[in-house]
């Protein structure tokens, strides 16, 4: 491509082309599935309702790529809409509804596979199982696990969790991490304040419940975990917290350390949309600790992925290369696969 640096974009969704009777799989009073209009749109329906208009690249490995093509991304690791984690649904029928989703992503990928990687859901309502799925998933081709920021009303400090957690580190398999599920939504009705406050506080909350629990003191430290939309709130408010755990027993209480110093325990993506909040983020993670991520295709993404970093103002060219396809290389193993 043109000589630029290599782009991969390790935040970019797909929702499988799920026929009505397979979303019929998880047995929920509204069935989820995905309606192909045929001219390159369609809709992610509930049962007759139409949820959401969507485009081909949503679901069509080829209309993806020819969109990558134009947009100038080498490489995507793709993860499902979160929406379809299903945390809530009956374990062994969750199971069931992510094997589904995370085959027809590996198909997806296969037709590419030097463009698309993917990487697996998994029923976290139920470890057991969840260790059974992302085994199988990383086995059949996929290069990492994507979890939702919180499951069945616990935090990602919840013991199970954490052994969850536990397992991917000693497999060697990396996690993203994706807000869902906002709290408190009925406060949220209008204007997306959902995704604009709830999805940032929602990192915040995931990560802060990591670090204050202590779980990064239990966990290998050759733990992969990555986190979405530039870690929320986290660079902006980690003064605040390294103040409290500073002042206040009841926060370092179970947190040995100051909550800044867990930043080299994880990295997060460059979906900021600003360069002032880039720089922040630099400050804060460094460099070898961010990844290009667009949020693709949906439209609070970014249009054209790695547009930000690529033309930032106080990025090297080495940090630039680093965070458009170097860390993720490394983070997610795509090269020699
Ligand atoms: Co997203």
């Given amino acids: 491509m043109t000589g630029a640096p290599p782009r991969v974009d390790i935040h970019a969704h797909f929702y499988p082309k799920l026929s009505r009777s397979q979303g019929e799989t998880l047995g929920l009073a509204a069935t989820p599935w995905l309606r192909d209009d045929g001219d390159g749109t369609g809709f992610m329906m509930e ?14 490995a080829a209309a993806r790529v020819a969109q990558m093509d134009q947009t100038g991304v080498d490489v995507q690791v793709m993860s499902a809409t979160p929406m379809l984690f299903s945390y809530d649904a009956e374990p062994a029928r969750a199971h069931r509804w992510a094997a589904m989703i995370n085959d027809i992503a590996l198909e997806m990928c296969a037709q590419f596979p030097t463009r698309l990687r993917s990487l697996c859901q998994v029923p976290l309502q139920d470890v057991d199982l969840a ?3 992302v085994r199988r998933s990383v086995d059949a ?27 991917c580190a000693d497999e060697a398999i990396p996690v993203l991490v994706h807000p869902w599920d906002m709290m408190a939504g009925e406060r949220m009705p209008k204007y997306m304040l959902q995704w604009l ?3 940032p506080a929602e990192t915040h909350l995931a ?5 204050l629990s202590g779980a990064f003191e239990q966990l290998p430290e050759d733990l992969k975990i990555c986190f979405t939309h530039g870690g929320g709130n986290f660079a902006a408010q980690i003064g605040r917290v390294d103040n409290a755990w500073h002042r206040r ?4 209480a ?13 990295s997060v993506d460059s979906a900021v949309f600003s360069d002032d909040a880039l720089r922040l983020l630099v400050a804060v993670m460094g460099e070898e600790r961010i990844m290009m991520g667009s949020d693709y295709p949906f439209p609070l993404g970014e249009t054209e992925p790695g547009k930000l970093v690529a033309g930032s103002s106080h990025l090297s060219t080495n940090a630039k290369e680093l965070i458009l396809a170097g860390n993720a290389n490394v ?3 795509l090269e020699g696969k």
């Fill in 47 to 60: 049962d007759d309702r139409e949820y959401r208009p969507v485009q081909a690249p949503l679901w069509d």
């Fill in 131 to 133: 260790c059974q799925e």
């Fill in 249 to 252: 027993d009841i926060v370092r």
């Fill in 141 to 167: 081709g996929h290069v990492g696990v994507h979890i939702g920021n919180h499951v069945s009303g616990r935090n990602l400090d919840d013991p199970e969790l954490i052994r969850f957690f536990a397992f």
């Fill in 197 to 199: 406050v709830g999805m």
């Fill in 254 to 266: 179970d947190c040995p350390n100051p909550p800044s110093s867990y930043a080299t325990r994880f």
């Fill in 331 to 333: 983070f997610f193993g």
């Fill in 207 to 211: 990560i802060m419940s990591m670090v």
